[in-house]
């Protein structure tokens, strides 16, 4: 196959339009199922069709249009449909419950909610009947309903007809009468600076945010994260990593498309369905956070599987382990795996490891800033640079940095300085090489009597317990000190441990306001549907 260098700088609905150009019948996606397959000019000749229906809805430049669903290809060709008309895809997460959907779609002024049938005990239908309860009885929405009047439609990806939901072959159908020039008009009005995609925050901090990432933002960025791997058309990508997720859709769509690589889908992770698509499709990338790896690696039945064709990947959302990425390496024959560090409000890389690294780099930072971006590491007092390997506030600035948060000029202001950095709100510092090292969020610091102490630090070193897996540490209460030290365990499989044995394997190796006071065993974390580790919510679980 002819090689090339990748596209970028073009709208994301010219890159599929390139691809069916260059590469036709080239496999672009596997579905979850592996018998639904397309070929780059099948997917583009799909998403043209649901763009020519999406304007037979009247849908503008512009608009919101919501999509709430798991990893299935309905969701990668309506990224690419919205795209070519101008419209903006607005992410939801999986596992958002009825309250936090009404949030989204009403703070996003979304006109338009595409959805599946569920994820896991969720029924997206029932959770939308009950934000709606008109729909249906009349088969339409509720202007006058008082946070969700700019929604105008809802339609349904399943086969089965509910009341009141648009089903996804009549959005299709409603594209007969409308011709091809007018995609292309419209496509053709459009600039790579313009918005087309909103994700919103988790919300650390109050409400969640609308991150607005523009053409550029999302589709350069996957170019040079896929450039760190070396990513050529040969390559195949087993993508689990939720699709409402940066990760999903920037670094494992656009970072796979934007070098002619093809994307085997699963819809959600299962350890045991990732290693089957690896096996089957003779995968050379995959993506995951950590407890991912861990939980393919650990998996009973993970020695049946032959991974030999896998090449690089990419882990982020977490800090790797020594000893996990080491395994990764050899058991998972992945002698490329790179890390990457970023946010949604950065498109989401920030940096990226070379494939190359040593273990040392690639274990104790998170790499390089990426072409094309700046990044610098403050004092969060006085708001000068540090030196070299001094700890402060990282900042990034250049092509990645968001449009803002939607209808909220403030936060933004908070989050952009008058001269285009973005505050991660992370703690690091960055050595003479350029390497950057992530010790924590700021504001997730634990301040005992005074001192300053990063969870990372404390859980990089519980890691060298031998009988612990996986760690998760934070802040509590404490009447004397401010806060101490606790910490959620996990143990590794057939072993038994104290928190005695803990606390005594602490006293002689680190300082004693850095030894947990308070110890959970655990059999699992809280985890967003990303596999964030949700430290706010093992504060509540064990609350004092």
């Known amino acids: 196959m002819e090689s090339f260098d990748g596209f970028k700088d073009i709208c994301v609905g010219q890159l599929l339009t390139r691809l069916a150009a260059l590469f036709p019948h080239h496999e672009a996606l596997v579905g979850p199922d592996s018998n639904r397959r397309w070929t780059f000019a099948e997917l583009e000749e799909w998403a043209n069709r649901l763009a020519r229906g999406l304007l037979g809805f009247d849908v503008q430049k512009g608009d919101r249009v919501a999509v709430w669903s798991t990893n299935l290809p309905e969701w990668v060709a309506l990224q690419f449909a919205l795209a070519k008309i101008g419209a903006i895809l607005v992410t939801v997460n999986t596992q958002l419950r009825a309250h936090e959907l009404e949030y989204l779609l009403s703070q996003s002024e979304s006109s338009i909610l595409i959805t599946a049938r569920g994820f896991k005990d969720i029924d997206y239908i029932q959770t939308i009947d009950s934000l709606l309860p008109v729909l249906a009885s009349t088969g339409r929405t509720d202007p006058t309903h008082p946070k969700l009047a700019s929604l105008q439609k809802i339609i349904s990806i399943e086969t089965e007809k509910y009341p009141g939901f648009i089903p996804f072959g009549e959005l299709e159908q409603s594209g007969l009468g ?26 650390t901090t109050g409400f969640p945010k609308g991150v607005m990432l523009s053409h550029r933002n999302i589709l350069n960025n996957g170019y040079w994260l896929g450039t760190g791997l070396a ?12 699709l409402f997720h940066c990760f999903g859709c920037v670094i494992g769509v656009l970072g796979a498309f934007t070098h002619g690589v093809a994307i085997v889908m699963v819809e959600y992770f299962d350890p045991l369905k990732v290693l089957e698509a690896i096996e089957r499709e003779r995968c050379t990338a995959v993506y995951g956070v950590p407890t991912m790896f861990l939980a393919m690696l650990g998996h009973p039945e993970f020695g049946k599987f032959n991974c030999s064709s896998l090449r690089t990947g990419i882990m982020a959302g977490a800090p790797c382990p020594e000893p996990l990425m080491r395994r990764v390496i050899t058991e998972m024959h992945i002698p490329e795996m790179t890390i990457a560090y970023g946010m949604t409000e950065s498109s989401p890389g920030i940096t ?19 072409p094309e971006v700046e990044v610098k590491v403050i004092d969060p007092l006085t708001q000068q640079d540090t030196g070299p390997n001094e700890p402060g506030e990282l900042c990034c600035r250049g092509y990645i940095v968001m449009q803002g948060y939607y209808n909220n000029p403030k936060e933004t202001a908070k989050s952009i300085d008058e001269i285009g950095w973005l505050h991660t709100g992370d703690q690091a510092s960055m050595d003479r090489e350029g390497y950057v090292r992530v010790t924590g969020r700021l504001k997730d610091i634990i301040i005992r009597g005074g001192e300053n102490i990063a969870p990372k630090e404390i859980e990089e ?12 540490v934070y802040g509590i209460p404490n009447e004397q000190w401010g806060e101490e030290v606790a910490a959620a365990i996990r143990l590794k499989p057939r072993v038994e441990c104290t928190g005695e044995e803990i606390q005594s394997y602490c006293k002689e190796r680190i300082a004693s306001f850095k030894i947990p006071t308070t110890l959970r065993f655990v059999e699992s974390f809280p985890t967003t549907a990303s596999g964030k580790v949700q430290k706010f919510k093992l504060k509540e679980m064990f609350a004092p």
């Open 178 to 203: 409308v011709s091809m020039e007018a995609v292309r008009a419209r496509e053709g009005s459009l600039h790579v600076d313009e918005i087309i995609n909103m994700q919103y925050t988790s919300g």
């Open 231 to 242: 990513y050529s058309p040969a390559d195949r990508l087993c993508l689990s990593v939720p």
């Open 352 to 370: 990226q490891t070379s494939r190359h690294d040593d273990l040392a780099h690639r274990c104790g930072t998170v790499g390089k800033a990426l």
């Open 461 to 472: 070193f519980l890691l060298t317990h031998p009988k612990i897996l996986d760690v998760a």
